[in-house]
C-alpha cells in the first residue's frame, strides 16, 4: 500500500524532550554535529543531559586534544555530564561484548528517558557498531529492559541521512550549535563540518513552517517496541543504506522448509529466506499437498503426507549444505539472520547455534494485533530436558551432527524438535546469540499442530509426556531440581523487577498527581496572573484616556491663558483710559466749580442785582 505523504516526512516541528536525556557518539564531535540542537534544547530547559563518547578518535587527531575540543565544544551549549569511554578509534566492531558492558552500566546508572544513538544505517563501521551494541543490549538484558521500560530512543544521522518520523526546530540554538561544531579545531581545519551541519539542518527545516531556518531530523521509537524488532526492520524503516561487507568465505547453509498447501505462506517464507544477507540453499519439502508454484528451489515432494518428522528428514537429505537451517512455511526469516549464524558458526565450535525470535500475533487477513518476545533463554541443558525453549527456525546445526543424532524422530508429530535438541544437546552447547532474527507466527484460526492441540489439552499434555519418557535416563530428580531453581531464580529475580517496576510506577502514579496538582496550582496562578493583567491592561487603557484628556486640558489651558493674557492686556488698556478720563473729568469739575464760584461772585455783586431790577421792570425777569 503507497505511504501518504505526511506519514513519510513530518510537516511539523515536534518538541522531543526527555527529562534526562543520554546522547551516545561514536566519536568526539558526533555528539555536536548530529544532535547539538537536542542537546543545547534540553541544557537551556535546564533538563539532566550525559554524553558518552564511545572511541577516542586518534586515527582523526591526537586523543587527548579532541576530547578537548569536546569539552569546550559541549561547554558552549551548557553544563552536559561528558564521559569517555576511550574505545580504539574505528574498533568498537570488535569490542562490542566490552562496550555492552560498559553500556549497560551507564544506562543503568542514569536511567535515561530519551536515549540518542546513532542510526543503524551509518556507513562509518563505529557509527554501525554503537547501534547494533544498544539494540542487542536493549534485547539481551531483561533487567535493563525493565529500567529502561518508559523511554525512548531517538536514532540520529550523522554521514548518512536517514528517513525521519521526527522533526526538531532548532532555528532558537542553531548559532550554539555551529559554535560548538567550531570548538572542534582539529576537525575542522580539515573539513568545514560546520558549513555540511548547516546544510543538513536547512535542508531538514525543508517542510517545516517558513519561520524554522534549523532542523535536526530523527526516528524515534518506545524502547518496548525496538525490544521486539530486527535490527534489519529498523535499518528498513530509517531508510536502508546499501550493507557495506568486505570479502569472506561463504557458510555453506541450507534451509529446510516444510509445507503443505499453504502457497502465500509459503511464498512469503520463501522470500525472507532470499531477502537475508547470505546466500543459502532452499529445499521445500511438500509434505502431500498440491505441488508448488515456486522457483528457484530444490523441490521434495511427498505424493502422500509422511508427517512432519519424515518431511524435515527428507529435506535434510536432500539438502547439499554443511549446516542446517530451519524455517516452516507460515514463518519468516529477518534479513540478518543466517548471516549473525554464520558468523558465530564460523568463530566458535558449538553443537549447535540459535538465536531469538519474536512472536507475531496475526489475524486472518495478516494483520499484526501483538508481538512478544516469548523466547530469550540462554543455552541451560538441564532446563532443555524439562521443557523447550528453543524455536526451530532460530537454530543453526551442522548437517553431520544431524545425521550422527539421527534427524528427527519420526514417531513425533508435535515436539519432534524438542526431542531433537535433546539428542543434539547431549553432543555439545549450544551458542545463544540473543538478538531477534525471526518471527514465528500464530495466525488467528490457523491449524497448525500446536494452534490444535494448545498448551493443557490432552494431547499436548500426551506428547510432553513422550519425550519425558524417552529421555528418562536424562530426566532424574536432579534435573528437574536444577531446572525448577533456576527457573524459580528467574520467575523470582522477575517478580522482585516487577514488584520494583510497580513501586517505581506507583511513586511515579503519585508525582504524576502531584504533579496535575502543580500545574493545577500554576494554572490558577496563570488564571489570576491572567487575571490581573486584563486589570492592569484596563487601567493602562483609563490611563491612557486620562493622559489623552490631560493633553487636551493643558491645549485648553494654554488657550485660555493666551486669552486671560489678552484680556489683561484690554483691561490695562481701559484702566489707562479711565484712569486718563479721570483726570480730564476732575480737572472739568475743578472748572465747573471755578465758574461756579465765579457766577456766584457774579449774582452777588451790586451790578448783578441792579441789572435783575432793570429786568423785572422791563418784563423780562
Known sequence: MPAVESEVIPYEPAALRGQRLLVLAPHPDDEVIGCGGLIAQHLNERRSVRVIV??????AGDAAKREEESRRGLDLLGAADLRFLRFPDRGLLGAIDALMDVLRNELAEFR???????????????????????????????????????????????????????????TNVADAKYAAIAAHESQTEKRDYAAFARGLNAYRAMTLPAEARAAEAY?????????????????????????????????PISVIVRTKDRPALLG????????NDHPAEIVVVNDGGVRPEIGGVKLVEHETPRGRSAAMNAGVEAASGKFIAFLDDDDLYYPEHLAMLASAAAKSPHAAWYTDAVSAFLTPSLETKQRL???SNDFDRDLLLVDNYIPLPTLLVPRETYLAVGGFDT??????DWDFLIRVAQRGDFAHLPRVTCEIRHIEGGATITQTNPEGSSAFRAAKLQVWKKHAALVDNDVFA????RQKQRINTVFAESVEAKGRAHQCETELDGAHREIGRISDLLHERE??????????????????DRALKIVEIAKLKEEVAGHQKSSAKTAEAIAEQATTNNALYKEIQRLQHLVDEIMQSRTWKLHSMMEKMRGRG
Open 54 to 59: 564511545a572511541t577516542n578518535g586518534a586515527q
Open 112 to 170: 535515561p528517558d530519551l536515549i540518542a544513538v546513532p542510526s543503524p544505517i551509518e556507513i562509518h563501521p563505529d557509527h554501525l557498531a554503537l547501534a547494533l551494541a544498544f539494540c542487542t543490549l536493549v534485547q539481551r538484558d531483561e533487567a535493563l529492559f525493565a529500567e529502561l521500560a518508559v523511554a525512548q530512543v531517538a536514532f540520529y544521522e550523522v554521514s548518512q541521512p536517514l528517513r525521519p518520523n521526527t522533526i526538531v526546530d532548532i
Open 219 to 251: 526516528f524515534v521509537i518506545e524502547l518496548p517496541k525496538l525490544r521486539t524488532m530486527a535490527v534489519s526492520e529498523i535499518q528498513q524503516l530509517t531508510g536502508h543504506a546499501r550493507t557495506i561487507t568486505v570479502e569472506r568465505e561463504t557458510l
Open 268 to 275: 512469503d517464507a520463501i522470500a525472507s529466506i532470499r531477502g
Open 373 to 375: 518476545r516469548l523466547f
Open 411 to 416: 514417531t513425533f508429530d508435535l515436539f519432534e
Open 482 to 485: 536444577n531446572a525448577i531453581e
Open 531 to 548: 487575571k490581573r493583567a486584563a486589570e492592569v491592561d484596563t487601567m493602562e487603557h483609563i490611563i491612557w484616556q486620562l493622559e489623552d
